[in-house]
């Protein structure tokens, strides 16, 4: 059975809300994770709490104060800020926040696995903070950089609570494919659904196996 040109366009939506948010994830979750993975600072546990929260948090419940934050009558709109509320835009802030933990953590984890002494010896040969970070932290990360783009697009491209929320369900602008699915099965149309729903188990195990395949590769590599 062939998608529906309504159907393409919510993948195509959703394949670029994906793209886009686990860029801007890796973007700010690196340095981030470095931080967290580096630090001393006693009370750093209430920032990996707040990180992790989008995962014990139901996702209406963190889509509806989205929605009131981004809303045309949110707090941020007293500071002069257009809402994006029911916007593409409006779908990465989302999805940024509720996709976070699934970025941040195996990047925090894959810092934290270098452990002091790779750093320490190129500290010996006067290499300088930034060097010994490109050339020696984010090569030995590799894993967790791995793990983090697969989890945050994947984790993504089945978001449907949050989205919902902060986007409703607007056909070409804020429509994606888990609406698509949800829309069709309240249409009793199982066929599309089946398709479309067989399509993301496909490629969500295809990135999990990728996943499993290259961390192993790599654990192979460093013995």
Request: glycine residues 8%.
């Amino acid at each position: 059975m062939m998608l529906s040109e309504a159907d393409i366009t919510a993948l195509l939506l959703t394949l670029k809300l994906a793209l886009v948010s686990t860029f801007i994830l890796l973007l700010i979750g690196t340095p981030f994770a470095w931080w967290l993975a580096k630090s001393r600072w006693r009370y750093k546990f209430l920032l990996e709490a707040l990180v992790a929260l989008p995962l014990v948090l139901p996702p209406t419940v963190l889509g509806f104060y989205l929605l009131v934050l981004l809303g045309a009558n949110g707090p941020l709109s007293t500071f002069g800020i257009a809402p994006v509320a029911f916007t593409f835009s409006g779908l990465v802030f989302g999805s940024v926040i509720y996709s976070m933990p699934f970025v941040i953590q195996p990047l925090h984890d894959a810092f934290l696995s270098i452990g002091k002494r790779p750093m320490e010896v190129a500290a010996t040969l006067r290499a300088s903070p930034w060097d010994r970070f490109f050339t020696i932290a984010l090569p030995l990360a590799r894993p967790g950089f791995i793990t983090a783009c697969v989890l945050g697009f994947a984790h993504t491209i089945g978001e449907f609570g949050v989205v919902l929320m902060i986007g409703g369900n607007i056909p070409g602008q804020t429509q994606v494919l888990s609406i698509a699915i949800y829309d069709h099965v309240e249409s009793l149309d199982y066929a599309s659904a089946h398709v479309m729903s067989g399509g993301l188990i496909a490629l969500s195990f295809l990135m999990l196996a990728t996943v499993y395949a290259t961390n192993k590769r790599f654990r192979v590599f460093r013995l």
